[in-house]
Structure formats: structure tokens, C-alpha cells
């Protein structure tokens, strides 16, 4: 993350009319923010989430195997309040199973791969999505003034579009088409700037029957997904 961000807009350009008299002018600003410190981000308790270990025995031959949902928090703290969101990227896209998780998600670009088999099969997916319970008295720091705030997910390539963010909404996670995730004011869809907010997440587990993936040894589940702080 680099020391010091320069952000510069170029706002309110207009081209005067093909026929408009000599002399005709119109205004260029241009506007922006130097950033002393950059904002950085933690997952509480660690990077890694250990889901256990699980017999095959126990496992479905026939059907997806939900092994759990766990709940983790992504805190992101700035030196001075800033519109920043984050994204996340899918670092084993390829070994995706596109298998149903908790039965509402499924599908590359909204959920995660998490390694393969020796055979080369995908083993399953992992979903990673906003904590709706947890997100109904989310608050966000300003200096020293706490607000409410509402989590909102929006297309990280034109930074619009902003909807609020639930549990039934899983992250896009693929380059293009990538989610980004911030905070609004309370009932709006409107990105808020902050000092520190935490952001309270469901990662989903799920692997296929035990069928395909024919499994003779010990065998890692093995995701890994890149988090990417976006000023916004």
C-alpha cells in the first residue's frame, strides 16, 4: 500500500458549440486530495479460517456437502476520513466447483475455489458475503463522531450503481466484474467517508459429492482470495 495516494478529478468540462461566437470561454477545474497515510486493512483473528477437518465417510456421495458458515470481521482504518472501499479477487478461480452453497449461490464470479484433488478435480466453493444481522446496528467512525451506516455494494469498474449489501449477496470476485463494498449513511446508497469501520462477514463453506471428487488420501481445502483497498 503505498505512503501517500495523489486523487485528482477533473470535474466540469464542456466544449463550447461549433457556431458559438469568438471569445466564448468556459470553465476547467480541477480538483483532488493529497493523503498523508494510506488505509489499511485486517481480518480479525488472522488471515486464515480453519473449517476442520471432515471424514469423507461423513460425507454425501450423491449431494453438495454444506460443511459451515463461519464469521469473521475485515476492519479498515484510515488516518484521516476517506471514501474507500475494497474489492475482492479470487486467487483459485480454477479450481472452482460451481456447486450450490447453502443453496442460494453458485457459480464462478460469485463464489471462490478452494483447490483440487490429486485426481485434478475441484474440490468445492466458498462464498463471502455481509453479515445481515450483524449489519442492522453497524456504525463507522469519523474522527471522533460515530453514525450509523448502511453496508452498499457497487460495481467496482464505474464506482455507481450502489445497492444495500446482505447475506444473500455473495462478492463478485473476478477481474471486470468485480463488487466493491463500502459504507453509507444509514438509508442511503451514497458512500460515506470514515476513519474506521468494520465490516462483519459470512464465509460459507461447501464440496462436492464424494463421488466426484474420489478421494483416496488426506486432502487440503485450500482457498486463498486477495482483498484490494479502492479509494473511492
Excluded at 219 to 230: E, N, P, V
Aim: glycine share 10%; hydrophobic share 40%; charged share 15%.
Amino acid at each position: 500500500m503505498k505512503k501517500a495516494l495523489l486523487a485528482t478529478a477533473i470535474a466540469a468540462l464542456t466544449m463550447s458549440n461549433a457556431w458559438a461566437a469568438d471569445g466564448a470561454t468556459t470553465e476547467l477545474r480541477v480538483t483532488g486530495k493529497l493523503l498523508v497515510g494510506g488505509c489499511t486493512a485486517t481480518v480479525n483473528g488472522g488471515n486464515a479460517l480453519d473449517f476442520g477437518s471432515h471424514l469423507i465417510s461423513d460425507l454425501s456421495s450423491t449431494a453438495v456437502n454444506d460443511i459451515a458458515t463461519k464469521d469473521t470481521d475485515l476492519v479498515i482504518e484510515c488516518p484521516s476520513a476517506t471514501k474507500v472501499g475494497w474489492t475482492l479477487t479470487d486467487n483459485k478461480a480454477d479450481s472452482n466447483a460451481e456447486i450450490w452453497i447453502t443453496g442460494i449461490i453458485k457459480g464462478k464470479g460469485v463464489s471462490f475455489g478452494v483447490g483440487k484433488t490429486a485426481g485434478n478435480v475441484n474440490i468445492g466453493a466458498y462464498a463471502v458475503s455481509i453479515d445481515s444481522a450483524k449489519a442492522a446496528n453497524a456504525q463507522a467512525v469519523n474522527g471522533e463522531d460515530t453514525f450509523d451506516v448502511d453496508y452498499i455494494i457497487g460495481a467496482a469498474a464505474s464506482m455507481g450503481s450502489w445497492a444495500k449489501a446482505t447475506t444473500a449477496t455473495s462478492f463478485r470476485n473476478q477481474e471486470g466484474t468485480q463488487d466493491i463494498i463500502t459504507v453509507g449513511a444509514k438509508g442511503t446508497l451514497e458512500p460515506a467517508a470514515y476513519s474506521n469501520a468494520t465490516y462483519p462477514l459470512k464465509v460459507s463453506l461447501a464440496v462436492d459429492n464424494t463421488t466426484k471428487l474420489a478421494i483416496s488420501d488426506d486432502t487440503d481445502i485450500s482457498g486463498s482470495a486477495t482483498i484490494t483497498l479502492r479509494y473511492i
